[in-house]
């Protein structure tokens, strides 16, 4: 099956800078990666999604990029806000949403 | 829309006991998921429904947890008997009204959180 890892576990910058976070996935018919963020206590929600046949795309800071080659995606964030901290989770999933494997999350805090 | 609901949101329990979540998954959403999420770790998917039937059990332990989705809208997950490293938060997950994009994505419920002592 599907087996994705994230870096860095944790992560910490100033309020204002960029942040990236890295997965790598192994099973080459992954077609579908979202990213989800956990704030303390919440549920997971989906802050950006990517599909197979796109290498980047963009809403408003947040930024994902995709290597089907290397497969590798990454999340970017820009001009990071302190209401950005929170843990990041990666995922791939095969045809669909089927499967669905996640990250072991990274924690993420901006400091003001 | 009301959001996917689960209960109950907390439950202790000692070690061989039994346990068992609900969930209400979106309505109109023919994909229902279980994940354990252990603390400081992602989501695991435990089970995969599609309307009543079972997409992905793999990562099911099955000696001890079952699930159902009998008429294809609620699901229980149960766990018999519990052991200590079933501490854990339970989120439910629903996505996909056929035919309308993007279908992908997946709602959590606020999950349950079980203490197994």
């Known amino acids: 099956g599907e087996n994705v890892e994230q870096h860095p576990s944790t992560l910490s910058v100033q309020e204002g800078d960029s942040a990236v976070i890295k997965c790598t996935y192994s099973?080459?018919?992954?077609?579908?990666f979202p990213w989800y963020k956990q704030e303390l206590g919440k549920r997971p929600q989906l802050i950006i999604d990517?599909?197979?046949?796109?290498g980047e795309k963009k809403d408003q800071r947040i930024a994902v990029t995709l290597n089907k080659t290397a497969k590798h995606f990454s999340l970017h964030i820009t001009e990071t806000q302190p209401e950005d901290s929170a843990v990041y989770f990666c995922?791939?999933?095969?045809?669909?949403?089927?499967?669905?494997?996640f990250g072991a999350g990274t924690r993420l805090t901006v400091k003001p | 829309e009301a959001g996917v609901a689960q209960s109950p949101r907390y439950k202790i329990i000692e070690k061989r006991q039994s346990v068992a979540f609900w969930c209400n998954p979106i309505?109109?959403?023919?994909?229902l998921y279980w994940y354990q999420q252990i603390l400081g770790q992602g989501p695991k998917l435990l089970i995969q429904?599609?309307?009543?039937?079972?997409?992905?059990d793999s990562q099911l332990p099955k000696d001890r947890f079952s699930a159902e989705r009998l008429k294809g809208v609620d699901s229980t997950l149960k766990i018999q008997p519990a052991k200590l490293e079933d501490s854990a938060v339970y989120l439910c997950?629903?996505?996909?009204?056929?035919?309308?994009?993007?279908?992908?994505?997946?709602?959590f419920g606020p999950g349950t959180r079980l203490t197994v002592l």
């Open positions: 997950a629903s996505s996909g009204v056929a035919g309308v994009r993007p279908h992908n994505e997946q709602f």
């Open positions: 099973d080459s018919a992954s077609n579908y």
């Open positions: 990517i599909r197979s046949n796109v």
């Open positions: 995922a791939a999933s095969v045809h669909n949403n089927n499967d669905m494997r």
């Open positions: 309505s109109g959403h023919a994909t």
């Open positions: 429904f599609q309307n009543n039937g079972v997409v992905d």
